[in-house]
């Protein structure tokens, strides 16, 4: 595959494009000169992707899908859905982002009629990080926690409630009519579970949420989560203050350390009695081939691949909006979407092999100890690290793992409301990023607060059921029409080839394919399935007030609206007929164009009078390099 020898990969080139890259330009949108970074080198960018792309459902959610959705039989829908949908969207975002170097909501400077699917997916991964956030606080919380032994959820406590506590599962085999105890060789569905909490769910339940009976009952806020939320966004808002330079040190050890205690934990975990158990149960000794006739496993597998690739909430465009201009995106792409896939079944084997484990103990099918989400994070796991020896060693590292993925997708959550309103009043905010950096966490922390008072988990389930869900497929399908019906790949092809060289039309074709047909198809069949499908959120078996129902459709509505509104404003802006107007809108802008008048070629215009202006060669590259 032949590239552009001004990539990262080559040594003194790479010096002379960053030389290139640190220069002062003005922005042909706003009357004064402008600055905007560059990663330091391409391995702050990668780790940041990976951490970014890599998040709780690698943890929490894949492992469960794969032993649900047929075994190992799971991943050929798994893998086929990356190629068709994940790596592409991937691909494009990305290019989108480098090639102006602008975040999601002036990006669409490309189609200007569109510009509401930018401003969408902010809001969107605003409202998003605000519940995310909590998360790391629980995370925050549990680690704490976990610094005493016994573990604090090892046994029931000595109190009166009217919640049936015990260390063993109240579990029977109805056989016609009669329990029995001998569920190991009972059909799975003659098992009857009594409602009876075990000892790390009644501790999730009463000491660590404090958890009421439902959204109409807020209570007080709980004060121990308060100040764990506050801990967790003084770290996100230390890290991003000083912008890329400083998130894109820290992702060095973000990024990475969850594999070293995803491993720690398989080794413990294979060496369990029981772990074979819970790993074949995980990837099927015999793989459920039948299970690839259902549409229900292909449109999981979909799923999974979009939103653990963070598509769709402009987070890939922003990060890589401050790589440099000639960076091969497409290296980049294959690297992180086969890292984040590898990830995901990596955490499933740790994950399973300690479930097994349980169900050992317990003497019960693995079927019946294994959750996902916040049941499989807070209840099932830490249950588990409990019957292993040095259980608080155990609980830490897992909690801390959760605590470091969780903070890198964050950091980038927060970065990308921090690049956008960067990029929209460029003047103002860029010279005040430690200013901007506090007041947008705070805000942040503020909105989280409902979210840790009693009723703080059915607001948390709440903002992820409305929000997280096929809104995102939305504005994503909207995204790869614009930019392949409306843009047009051609164009959108020659930009790319401007950045990492010129490849053969046969290069070409898979991906033409998958923007123009197949990707595009996909998202609008999940969408109509998710519509279609779509049910009243609830946590457990408690079901939320009308109300809060309502308010989950304003904040729907409120993430939607930009779509209409930037549109009609872009069309008063323009003159002429209704249908010239909407023609001129489909049509780049003149401020549509490389970032730098030197990375622009004969294709788009250089603004007149203004040159860019090399800095000395003294000056730190690594510290002071800006597009």
């Known amino acids: 595959m032949q590239v552009l020898s001004e990539s990262y990969e080559d040594g003194d080139q790479e010096k002379r494009m960053e030389r290139e890259g640190i220069r002062t330009k003005q922005d042909a949108s706003n009357n004064g000169h402008v600055t905007r970074e560059n990663w330091s080198n391409k391995r702050d960018y990668v780790l940041s992707m990976i951490g970014y792309a890599v998040g709780l459902g690698n943890v929490w959610r894949f492992p469960y899908l794969t032993y649900k959705n047929g075994?190992?039989?799971f991943l050929i829908p798994y893998f086929t859905m990356l190629l068709v949908t994940g790596i592409p969207l991937f691909f494009l975002e990305s290019s989108f982002g480098q090639f102006c170097s602008q975040g999601p909501i002036n990006i669409w400077r490309a189609v200007p009629l569109l510009q509401g699917v930018g401003i969408g997916m902010v809001l969107v991964t605003l409202l998003i990080s605000i519940y995310y956030n909590v998360i790391i606080g629980y995370s925050l919380y549990y680690m704490f926690a976990s610094m005493q032994s016994p573990l604090p959820w090892t046994s029931c406590p000595n109190t009166t409630t009217t919640t049936i506590c015990s260390d063993k599962p109240f579990v029977f085999c109805n056989v016609s009519g009669v329990l029995t105890q001998s569920v190991q060789t009972c059909n799975p569905s003659n098992i009857v579970k009594m409602d009876v909490q075990s000892p790390s769910e009644y501790y999730w339940d009463h000491v660590a949420l404090e958890r009421s009976g439902g959204l109409d009952q807020t209570g007080p806020v709980v004060w121990h989560l308060a100040l764990c939320l506050l801990?967790?966004?003084?770290?996100?808002?230390?890290?991003?203050?000083?912008?890329?330079k400083s998130s894109g040190k820290v992702v060095y050890f973000t990024a990475t350390f969850p594999y070293v205690v995803i491993f720690i934990l398989l080794i413990r975990g294979v060496t369990l009695e029981g772990a074979r158990d819970g790993i074949e149960f995980y990837i099927g000794t015999q793989s459920n081939l039948t299970k690839l006739a259902e549409a229900q496993v292909w449109k999981d597998a979909a799923t999974q691949i979009f939103f653990s690739l963070s598509i769709g909430l402009g987070g890939l465009m922003a990060l890589s909006s401050y790589n440099n201009f000639h960076n091969n995106v497409f290296t980049d792409t294959i690297v992180v979407s086969i890292t984040n896939a590898a990830t995901s079944i990596f955490a499933g084997f740790a994950i399973f092999s300690i479930m097994g484990h349980m169900a050992h103990i317990y003497k019960l099918p693995v079927a019946e100890v294994v959750k996902e989400g916040f049941g499989l994070a807070f209840i099932a796991?830490?249950?588990?690290?409990?019957?292993?020896?040095?259980?608080?060693?155990w609980s830490v590292l897992f909690f801390f793992m959760i605590l470091t993925i969780g903070l890198d997708s964050l950091f980038a959550e927060i970065e990308v409301v921090l690049t956008s309103l960067q990029d929209a009043f460029p003047r103002v905010l860029k010279p005040r990023r430690a200013l901007l950096t506090i007041a947008t966490c705070t805000f942040i922390y503020i909105l989280g607060l409902p979210c840790v008072t009693r009723a703080g988990i059915y607001w948390v389930t709440?903002?992820?059921?409305?929000?997280a869900s096929w809104v995102v497929l939305f504005l994503v399908l909207l995204e790869v029409v614009g930019v392949s019906y409306i843009y047009g790949l051609d164009r959108?092809?020659?930009?790319?080839?401007?950045m990492i060289g010129e490849h053969s039309p046969r290069f070409w074709l898979w991906w033409r394919l998958c923007w123009f047909l197949f990707t595009p198809c996909i998202l609008l069949v999940i969408l109509a399935w998710s519509l279609s499908t779509f049910t009243a959120p609830t946590y457990g078996d408690i079901h939320f007030?009308?109300?809060g129902l309502s308010l989950g459709w304003c904040m729907l509505f409120f993430v939607l609206i930009w779509l209409p509104i930037a549109a009609i404003y872009h069309l008063k802006q323009s003159k002429g007929s209704l249908i010239n107007r909407v023609r001129s809108m489909s049509a780049p802008?003149?401020?549509?164009?490389?970032?730098?008048?030197?990375?622009r070629g004969e294709r788009y215009p250089k603004d007149e009078g203004v040159q860019g202006v090399d800095i000395p060669n003294e000056v730190d590259e690594r510290s002071s390099q800006c597009l």
Do not use: C, N
């Not at 092809?493 to 401007?498: P, R």
């Open 71 to 73: 075994g190992g039989a």
């Open 231 to 244: 801990l967790s966004t003084v770290l996100a808002g230390a890290t991003l203050i000083k912008g890329i």
């Open 381 to 393: 796991y830490p249950g588990a690290l409990t019957k292993l020896p040095v259980s608080p060693l």
């Open 462 to 467: 709440l903002i992820d059921s409305f929000i």
């Open 492 to 498: 959108f092809i020659d930009d790319i080839e401007m």
């Open 545 to 547: 007030p009308s109300w």
């Open 589 to 599: 802008s003149k401020d549509w164009h490389p970032f730098l008048d030197v990375h």
